[in-house]
């Protein structure tokens, strides 16, 4: 486009450019109505090296103002409540999640303000069109004043559009990285053809995992429970603002096991239940699994669910979930509180990240934001760490249950949204007066002959346990399964194994039953750790 060297166009152009929109955008019909108005057409056309893209009858029709851009004069109804009502309704729980770890930074930290003013991140759950409609549904008053776009240029910035940042699984990042160059080779070998097929059953298993997970979520019953369950990184207390070395490396640890509880009620709602259990033994193994399953399903909210069947969901740890022991761990807990039926569910390898893994990023975010505060007391034993727990998930609006017990009045108000949690302390039978004396004074003659190896103020405690191993009378591999059932027939009383296998999913059902028994032992130096 040629330029001219006139005043009058360059005053023209710099008037238009003032009355810029909002956006700070200028339409280019502005400049053509400008440009019409001090140049011709044959001039305009004589300057252009090539033939003009403007044609003459659009230059003719800019000239008489018809292309003149008209700014659309918006007004918004709403007033300043009805705005702040709006913004708030982004927040809550019918349209958004609150992020664990995620904050917003609204101002930063200067030297007259010690303390950033941050606020928490949401994450919506819907689109924009659903969570409009939704928004119409529950606020029918604000229709007429509120359009779907001033909706959502009142949504707030630390309102966010979900990432999904789960698949960092390394099986995948090799495939992505290996399959177009196998896929490129003319003649492949016959490793080349069992690693495709291997790449291909990893994709088929995790796809499959997933939509069996939320199915079994949707087609949950009365009477049946949902139960994922996983173990947290061991959580370092004495922490504080300022931490010296000595305290960081000789912090005492407790270990916290988690367990996310779904039921469906008579009344055809999901009720969520988190079940959070910390206690100062570090042991992470079936045996430690099995007895704190067993505390958790006395909890009355079972009863008042009339559960009689338990389906677990869990990853593929080698040392606690995925063992023989843990088998015969499950087996154990039929029979037990009215439990006629125990399903058990593994995730493919990797793919483990469940709805565990958020209440621990959220209990991690707890413990950071109490010890960033220069005042923030020590958090030395359990009581201190479940007094700390508690108080946070009652700011977050979540139904907290003391860790002596409730009855499920508290719960009843929870319609599967709200985040309501069980907290409760573990100590294995036997130990649990030696083990709370020690956690009060590490130092105490009465368990010095109890220690059997004391490393770095480390406790080990040796006590006589009873190993139960599932042993199956034919050929049972446990790493090629990952869909288990214990089943017990109602006219003969026994119990028998259901197994699934996904490489052959076509055989017949009685193929996949296993003949077992469980086999009892004596083990007298079973060491437990304790993080005091």
Not at 32 to 53: D, I, R
Request: proline letters at 4%; a positive charge.
């Amino acid at each position: 486009m040629c330029y001219y060297d006139s005043s009058g166009l360059l005053n023209e152009i710099n008037t238009s450019f003032k009355k810029r929109s909002k956006k700070g955008f200028l339409h280019y019909t502005e400049v053509l109505f400008a440009l019409t108005k001090h140049v011709s057409y044959s001039k305009f056309k004589k300057s252009c090296v090539e033939s003009p893209l403007i044609k003459d009858t659009v230059w003719s029709k800019s000239k008489k103002g018809k292309y003149k851009h008209k700014q659309r004069q918006y007004k918004c109804k709403l007033s300043p409540d009805e705005k702040l009502e709006v913004q708030r309704f982004w927040e809550c729980e019918h349209l958004s999640r609150v992020s664990p770890h995620d904050t917003f930074v609204i101002h930063r930290r200067t030297k007259s303000n010690r303390n950033a003013d941050v606020v928490s991140v949401y994450y919506r759950k819907f689109t924009i069109k659903e969570s409009y409609e939704k928004f119409i549904q529950m606020k029918p008053h604000l229709k007429a004043k509120c359009s779907r776009t001033t909706f959502f240029n009142l949504k707030p910035k630390w309102v966010k559009k979900p990432q999904s940042r789960f698949d960092v699984c390394p099986i995948h990042k090799e495939i992505r990285k290996f399959r177009p160059k196998l896929n490129a080779k003319m003649e492949k070998t016959t490793e080349d053809i069992h690693m495709l097929r291997a790449m291909d059953f990893h994709e088929e298993i995790c796809d499959k995992r997933t939509k069996d997970y939320d199915t079994s979520i949707y087609q949950l019953k009365h009477g049946t429970a949902h139960l994922t369950m996983d173990f947290k990184a061991n959580i370092n207390l004495g922490m504080s603002n300022e931490v010296d070395s000595s305290v960081w490396f000789s912090s005492p640890q407790r270990t916290v096991f988690g367990l996310v509880a779904l039921f469906k009620g008579l009344d055809s709602k999901l009720y969520k239940v988190i079940f959070t259990v910390v206690s100062p033994i570090l042991n992470h193994d079936s045996c430690t699994v099995t007895c704190i399953l067993k505390k958790i399903i006395k909890h009355p909210v079972f009863r008042h669910f009339e559960t009689d069947k338990l389906e677990f969901w869990m990853d593929n740890a080698p040392n606690h979930f995925r063992t023989m022991e843990m088998l015969a761990g499950f087996h154990s807990l039929i029979g037990s509180n009215g439990i006629k039926s125990v399903g058990f569910e593994y995730f493919p390898e990797y793919h483990g990240k469940s709805e565990c893994d958020r209440h621990f990023g959220l209990i991690s975010r707890i413990l950071k934001e109490h010890c960033s505060h220069a005042d923030a007391k020590e958090i030395n034993t359990t009581k201190d760490f479940l007094q700390i727990y508690n108080s946070a998930i009652r700011g977050y609006g979540g139904c907290v249950i003391p860790k002596h017990g409730a009855v499920y009045d508290e719960l009843k108000p929870d319609d599967g949204t709200k985040l309501n949690v069980v907290s409760m302390v573990y100590f294995p039978s036997g130990i649990k007066e030696v083990a709370e004396l020690a956690e009060q004074n590490p130092n105490h003659n009465a368990i010095r002959g109890d220690i059997k190896d004391r490393k770095k103020d480390k406790l080990a405690l040796n006590i006589p346990y009873k190993r139960c191993t599932f042993t199956p009378k034919r050929k049972f591999t446990l790493g090629n399964y990952y869909s288990f059932s214990f089943e017990r027939n109602q006219k003969t009383k026994e119990t028998y194994l259901l197994a699934k296998l996904f490489k052959s999913s076509k055989l017949d059902k009685k193929k996949n039953i296993f003949p077992f028994s469980i086999e009892t032992t004596k083990i007298r130096d079973y060491k437990i750790r304790v993080g005091i």
